[in-house]
């Protein structure tokens, strides 16, 4: 960020990932007359504007009735989440579990969310590390687009796509083996090519 504020830009588009960190540094783009727009952060500081594809209430909760109908709405789920701080991946969750604890009562959060799911090998470490600590595992949402690359590829490798159901935000040429194999049952995107036509627009 600070490098493209010294190259003197005229426009920056961004997602944010740590909505604190990043608010003094745009900031400093704003008041060097750069426009900022962010998706993906609808709580951001120092912005001129967001642009949001989806609802997230609506897009967690999509989710969750997604992985509801895989698992017959009974079981243990863990949820992954780029990092603890990704402000929509969090809000997607919060929905996700909100619709749960309404709606499925035989469902149980199995732990804390984990951070990872934007990077494929973080998100098989930890659906390794899951299936061990959590042998009654059912499902699994993957917010960030790694998530359920990263669980789909060890559910695959175990055999377990009659046991485990993964579910969440992927891209299709990514997610396309995966879901052929049943070790990814339903993946969920907006168009990115939309999403940059939106930013570009503004």
């Given at each position: 960020m600070q490098d493209l504020i010294a190259r003197k830009v005229s426009v920056i588009g961004l997602v944010p990932l740590d909505v604190k960190v990043l608010?003094?540094?745009?900031?400093?783009?704003q008041d060097a007359g750069i426009i900022v727009i962010t998706?993906?952060?609808p709580d951001q500081e120092n912005r001129t504007?967001?642009?949001?594809?989806?609802?997230?209430k609506a897009y967690g909760e999509a989710q969750m009735k997604?992985?509801?109908?895989?698992?017959?709405?009974?079981g243990q789920y863990i949820i992954l989440v780029g990092t603890l701080t990704?402000?929509?991946?969090?809000?997607?969750?919060d929905a996700a579990i909100a619709y749960q604890k309404a709606n499925?009562?035989?469902?149980?959060?199995?732990?804390?969310?984990?951070?990872?799911?934007?990077?494929?090998?973080?998100?098989?470490?930890?659906m390794r590390e899951a299936i061990q600590a959590?042998?009654?595992?059912r499902g699994v949402i993957g917010f960030g687009s790694s998530g359920p690359i990263g669980a789909g590829n060890v559910v695959r490798q175990r055999h377990l796509q009659k046991k485990i159901a993964v579910v969440g935000t992927a891209i299709p040429s990514q997610v396309q083996s995966l879901i052929m194999d049943g070790a990814v049952r339903?993946?969920?995107?907006?168009?990115?090519?939309?999403?940059?036509?939106?930013?570009?627009?503004?």
């Open positions: 608010g003094p540094v745009l900031k400093l783009a998706q993906e952060g504007w967001d642009v949001e594809m989806v609802s997230s997604a992985l509801a109908a895989e698992t017959g709405g009974e990704t402000p929509l991946h969090n809000a997607w969750a499925y009562p035989k469902m149980q959060l199995a732990t804390s969310r984990f951070p990872g799911s934007d990077e494929v090998d973080a998100s098989e470490q930890v959590y042998p009654d595992l339903k993946a969920f995107l907006w168009s990115p090519k939309e999403a940059g036509y939106a930013i570009r627009g503004c």
